[in-house]
């Protein structure tokens, strides 16, 4: 379930209020979330370059269907992509088999080896950065004539949203909190404290601060330590 904008701004500005007695903009508070999501993400993709291991059931990771014939083995990329985790392939009357994401020059090799080169039971595909400054993705093997598809499906982390907290103002300065134009956080209540945390830091309430103490119960018992 995404974490509600609204929510995290009730909670913000009760707590700087209460704490520190001054009042913060709900853009400033926007710009602190929404750096604190950007935060979170680096260290999302760090723990993943460390050990390969990701979760499907993470709300940033998304499954994009590209349907590759013998002359589109080429395609652009989700707009939204950041990392990309694995490939599946899924042949006419086939189940998924799921392949192997190269680095370019690896591909390259497998695609002119007589031993190792993709087939559909060992399917690959590569990123890399076009002519154009686009970023790519080519699949291996593609159908050898015209009237087959191979259906290869990409699963990738994609950029968080940027959150947004839209309201209606009042003749005396007052705001109204509009759901009409927000955007929600598109991560997991589970990150709820450590975005939050975060958030709270660019804002000028260090995590030292006595209000912080008992940290725990600014993070939701199913964080995984690891992804520190």
């Known amino acids: 379930m995404p974490i509600a904008i609204q929510d995290v701004h009730d909670f913000i500005r009760g707590l700087i209020k209460k704490n520190k007695g001054g009042f913060v903009s709900p853009k400033d508070i926007d710009r602190a979330v929404n750096r604190a999501s950007v935060d979170w993400m680096s260290a999302i ?71 190792l080169a993709p087939t559909t039971s060992f399917p690959a595909a590569t990123i890399f950065l076009d002519t154009d400054g686009t970023k790519k993705i080519q699949f291996s093997p593609v159908p050898a004539s015209a009237g087959i598809t191979h259906v290869y499906t990409l699963v990738y982390f994609k950029l968080p949203v940027t959150a947004v907290y839209n309201y209606t103002t009042d003749n005396y300065g007052g705001f109204t909190y509009s759901a009409s134009g927000s955007v929600d956080l598109d991560w997991d209540a589970r990150y709820y404290g450590d975005i939050l945390a975060r958030a709270l830091m660019y804002l000028g309430i260090s995590l030292d601060n006595q209000v912080l103490l008992g940290a725990e119960a600014l993070k939701d018992s199913n964080q995984k330590n690891d992804e520190r």
């Open 45 to 115: 993709l760090s723990k993943y370059s460390r050990t390969k291991k990701f979760e499907f059931d993470h709300l940033l990771v998304k499954k994009a269907t590209f349907n590759v014939t013998y002359t589109t083995g080429v395609q652009s990329l989700p707009a939204d992509y950041v990392e990309g985790l694995t490939i599946y392939l899924t042949v006419t009357g086939g189940t998924p088999v799921e392949g192997t994401l190269y680095n370019w020059d690896e591909f390259l090799e497998i695609q002119n080896s007589s031993i």
